[in-house]
């Protein structure tokens, strides 16, 4: 069974950083690009951050590009995005997804508050 | 970017009655390599987004055959032959055939 476990939301101040990580099981995870998704209070889904299998490309939409970093580490199994900068509109649930959408974690909430 | 237009917003159904959801691309999402990269989500409450149908008309692993997606280039619709309860909460589409990727807004199945 594909599982992703999200850890290292909290509560920050803006322009403070916070990293994030995904721990994955059930599948061969340097098989997979694997993303990070977000999800406002109330709203949809904005896409945040994709990453190669091999982690040797990025991918990022303007919102993020500078500030976010995804990176892994697949002899540990392991997605990170690493958040800089932070803005009180980063405030959202942050999930950990296989690929683009094909599995999902439990998601981790981030509030940006003074 | 590519503008995923999802209508209606909500939708408001009854058990057994059969629905459909559209999605409109602002550009054609046929991929060079020939995919299309439009796949279906359902958020139920409280939970996290679920794969149901990916690449167009692909049933994922586990998603009941009630649910199925058509349809190329532009136009793109979930089609749900006979609502049951667990079917409610919002559904998304989203592409992966443009950068970045996208979602729609959202269609909220809700019980009439």
């Known amino acids: 069974e594909v599982q992703l476990v999200e850890t290292g939301g909290g509560l920050v101040q803006p322009g403070r950083s916070l990293k994030l990580s995904c721990v994955a099981s059930?599948?061969?995870?340097?098989?997979?690009?694997m993303s990070w998704t977000r999800q406002a209070p109330g709203k949809g889904l904005e896409w945040v951050a994709s990453?190669?299998?091999?982690?040797?490309?990025?991918y990022y939409p303007d919102s993020v590009k500078g500030r976010f970093t995804i990176s892994r580490d697949n002899a540990q199994n392991t997605l990170y995005l690493q958040m800089n900068s932070l803005r009180s509109e980063d405030t959202a649930t942050y999930y950990c997804?296989?690929?683009?959408?094909?599995?999902w974690g439990q998601g981790v909430m981030v509030t940006v508050s003074s | 970017d590519v503008v995923l237009t999802q209508t209606p917003p909500t939708l408001s159904a009854t058990i057994g009655q059969s629905v459909s959801i559209s999605c409109r691309s602002s550009?054609?999402?046929?991929?060079?390599?020939?995919?299309?990269?439009l796949h279906w989500l359902l958020q139920r409450p409280g939970q996290s987004p679920q794969l149901l149908i990916y690449?167009?008309?692909r049933l994922e692993s586990g998603v009941p055959n009630r649910f199925s997606g058509s349809g190329s280039g532009t136009d793109f619709t979930l089609k749900i032959s006979g609502v049951e309860a667990e079917d409610l909460g919002v559904y998304y589409c989203v592409q992966g055939t443009h950068a970045p990727n996208t979602f729609g807004a959202g269609t909220k199945l809700e019980l009439k």
């Open positions: 550009q054609s999402l046929l991929h060079s390599n020939g995919n299309t990269y």
């Open positions: 990453i190669t299998n091999s982690g040797g490309s990025t």
């Open positions: 059930g599948f061969t995870f340097n098989n997979y690009w």
């Open positions: 690449l167009v008309s």
């Open positions: 997804t296989r690929d683009l959408a094909q599995n």
